[in-house]
């Protein structure tokens, strides 16, 4: 029979706040993917494993117990679609380009959705490619409007219609704002007689449109723009 005992006693207070914290930031994240219709994924390149999120799921149609794989992703896209992620991926994983790209999404029951992928390539400490985070988003709605401002276009006699969103939501709301920032998903043709730049040119880098205004206009410009985002 032992006659000592000996205990240990440890303070897991910070331990328990970590994993409180962990599982708060998880569950803000699940919520905004909620609301933006995104679904996100990761690939570990060294011990080839790809993890989707349960917003991907729900957006493409998995089931929630079903193995998803990367090759099982990509096979509820177009041989065209799929062509071009591919070589985005390929890219991503040698050089650690990221890439965005639109195009028709299938879901597993056969219908479509208008998606944006996004994918951006992880280095470790050395510099070397060790993962690739990427998005899937239904940008169904917004595809719709701009078909919808396109049509009202045709018919405004001068000026220039837009639809202006942020590529990081929150940067609507908190601290300066800048092109990049920005993301134009529409905006007609009559803005070249206004500014002198083609749309295309302007949604490929809307800090053109920045600098085309006074200085004194952009920032009620951007104020206004936050105001009718939230």
Same mark, same amino acid.
């Given at each position: 029979v032992?006659? %000592?005992?000996?205990? *240990?006693?440890?303070?897991?207070t910070e331990s328990h706040q970590a994993e409180r914290q962990l599982q708060s930031s998880f569950v803000s994240l699940q919520q905004a993917e909620r609301l933006a219709r995104m679904g996100s994924w990761t690939l570990d390149i060294q011990r080839q494993v790809f993890a989707v999120s349960d917003m991907l799921r729900?957006?493409? #149609?998995?089931?929630?117990d079903e193995e998803v794989s990367l090759s099982?992703?990509?096979?509820?896209?177009?041989?065209?679609?799929?062509?071009?992620?591919?070589?985005?991926?390929?890219?991503?994983v040698a050089n650690g380009s990221a890439f965005t790209m639109e195009f028709e999404h299938y879901r597993t029951d056969g219908s479509?959705?208008?998606?944006?992928? %996004?994918?951006? #390539?992880?280095?470790?400490?050395? #510099?070397? *490619?060790?993962s690739v985070t990427?998005?899937?988003?239904d940008v169904s709605e917004r595809e719709e409007a701009r078909a919808q401002l396109a049509?009202?276009?045709?018919? !405004?006699?001068?000026?220039?219609?837009?639809?202006?969103?942020y590529v990081n939501p929150e940067a609507g709301f908190e601290g300066p704002v800048e092109?990049?920032? !920005? %993301?134009?998903?529409?905006?007609? #043709?009559?803005?070249?007689?206004?500014?002198?730049?083609?749309?295309q040119q302007l949604q490929e880098n809307p800090q053109l449109l920045l600098d085309a205004?006074?200085?004194?206009?952009?920032?009620?410009?951007?104020?206004?723009s936050r105001d009718a985002s939230a």
């Amino acid at each position: 029979v032992p006659d %000592r005992l000996v205990c *240990v006693m440890v303070d897991v207070t910070e331990s328990h706040q970590a994993e409180r914290q962990l599982q708060s930031s998880f569950v803000s994240l699940q919520q905004a993917e909620r609301l933006a219709r995104m679904g996100s994924w990761t690939l570990d390149i060294q011990r080839q494993v790809f993890a989707v999120s349960d917003m991907l799921r729900e957006i493409v #149609g998995f089931a929630p117990d079903e193995e998803v794989s990367l090759s099982r992703l990509t096979s509820v896209m177009s041989e065209e679609s799929y062509r071009k992620v591919k070589a985005g991926l390929e890219d991503c994983v040698a050089n650690g380009s990221a890439f965005t790209m639109e195009f028709e999404h299938y879901r597993t029951d056969g219908s479509t959705f208008a998606a944006e992928v %996004r994918a951006q #390539g992880i280095r470790d400490d050395s #510099g070397e *490619v060790v993962s690739v985070t990427g998005t899937v988003q239904d940008v169904s709605e917004r595809e719709e409007a701009r078909a919808q401002l396109a049509s009202l276009a045709d018919r !405004l006699p001068s000026g220039a219609l837009y639809q202006l969103s942020y590529v990081n939501p929150e940067a609507g709301f908190e601290g300066p704002v800048e092109g990049a920032d !920005l %993301r134009l998903n529409y905006i007609s #043709g009559g803005i070249e007689s206004l500014v002198g730049i083609s749309a295309q040119q302007l949604q490929e880098n809307p800090q053109l449109l920045l600098d085309a205004m006074h200085e004194d206009d952009r920032a009620p410009f951007l104020n206004a723009s936050r105001d009718a985002s939230a």
